[in-house]
């Protein structure tokens, strides 16, 4: 339990896609990138790196988004994993189904999907064995 190792949210922006911006197609990043246009695709972290994803007001992801720390204000419409930790603030508008670890949720944040625990799907696929001669 104690020997579990969690990667540090990003404390600085590497990336900016700035107001007004419209990316049509996925993206794939590392470290941290703050989304102010418009994604229409997939935002995912490049696979066993850190990266930390911020989503302001004005901010929308029309895809799937799968990274290590989220913060949302904005608009997704689109499966969520964040394997770390997620924060929805207020304004945060999501529309489809969140995996989490750690999750924040503010007032006002709306989420129209399922709220599944990743601890809790990897516990419900272990199977349990009994011990010998246990009825």
Do not use: W
């Not at 007004?20 to 102010?36: K, P, Q, S």
């Not at 994604?39 to 290590?68: C, M, R």
């Not at 599944?116 to 799907?121: K, L, M, N, T, Y």
């Amino acid at each position: 339990m104690f020997n579990k190792k969690h990667s540090k949210p990003q404390n600085r922006i590497d990336t900016l896609i700035g107001a007004g911006t419209i990316i049509e197609g996925n993206i794939t990043f590392t470290g941290g990138m703050r989304i102010d246009g418009q994604v229409n695709g997939n935002v995912v972290a490049v696979q066993g790196k850190p990266a930390t994803l911020v989503l302001s007001e004005q901010g929308s992801v029309h895809g799937d988004i799968n990274v290590t720390h989220l913060v949302v204000n904005g608009v997704i419409c689109g499966s969520v994993a964040a394997s770390e930790y997620l924060e929805l603030h207020a304004k945060a508008r999501v529309t489809g189904d969140v995996h989490y670890k750690t999750l924040e949720i503010q007032v006002g944040a709306i989420l129209e999907g399922r709220l599944v625990h990743s601890e809790a799907a990897e516990q419900a696929n272990v199977v349990a064995f009994k011990a010998a001669g246990a009825v």
